[in-house]
């Protein structure tokens, strides 16, 4: 079954310390995405890829860098966890022929001390 | 700044009742409008969508009206079950335009009372 995984689902992060996301999905899909999700403001989108080897900047980018080595898997990287970075980050793929029509991971629950 | 409102931030309704989310856009060029649903501990799914070409779309309990004169949108969800209570994000894309990025609202938090 086509789906979009998220590793780890939960993790707790040192501020100053780095943080990896990893994101991997079977849909065969091209585009992939990074949300962060924080209460009162939605689901706002840090990096996006249209290709491997390939990145896009976001609407809030800063702090936050972007891999994308295969069609599978894109990462997150958050080189210098800060207090602010705590929040729930989703990943999603899309087909680019539907770009509107995005399949959402479960979710990784970021707490940064 | 592109930005996609939706009101009210929660909503009761009783088992049975319609519930209505509301949603408005400012940027002219969206022309694609998902509606997605999230449940707690999960990713967003989306439930329904609708192009900027048609002022209707129907499917099952879940009905969107859209407004393009005035740049809204609503959810309606007729028959609401307590399976309903979730988070629903209006988003809004230019697709086939200048991205294929999704803009989403900060949700409306439905509760479905038995």
């Known amino acids: 079954e086509a789906a979009v995984t998220q590793s780890p689902r939960s993790k707790v992060a040192v501020t100053g310390g780095k943080v990896t996301l990893s994101c991997h999905q079977t849909n065969n899909h091209d585009y992939m995405y990074w949300y962060r999700q924080d209460t009162g403001h939605g689901l706002r989108l840090i990096h996006y890829s249209y290709v491997a080897d390939s990145t896009e900047k976001g609407d809030i980018p800063d702090g936050y860098k972007a891999s994308r080595p295969s069609q599978e898997n894109f990462s997150l990287i958050l080189e210098l966890a800060s207090l602010s970075q705590t929040a729930v980050y989703f990943c999603a793929s899309s087909d680019p022929s539907s770009s509107y029509e995005q399949y959402f991971g479960p979710g990784t629950r970021l707490t940064v001390l | 700044q592109q930005q996609v409102r939706q009101s009210p931030q929660s909503l009761t309704v009783w088992e049975g009742e319609t519930a209505i989310l509301n949603c408005s856009y400012e940027d002219s060029t969206f022309n694609y409008f998902p509606w997605y649903q999230q449940f707690p501990g999960e990713g967003p799914a989306l439930l329904i969508s609708?192009?900027?070409?048609?002022d209707k779309k129907e499917d099952g309990r879940f009905t969107i009206f859209f407004n393009k004169r005035e740049k809204k949108l609503s959810l309606h969800i007729t028959d609401s079950q307590p399976g309903d209570s979730a988070t629903y994000f209006c988003a809004a894309s230019d697709y086939g335009g200048s991205g294929n990025k999704l803009i989403f609202g900060t949700g409306t938090l439905l509760s479905v009372k038995p």
């Open positions: 609708i192009s900027s070409v048609s």
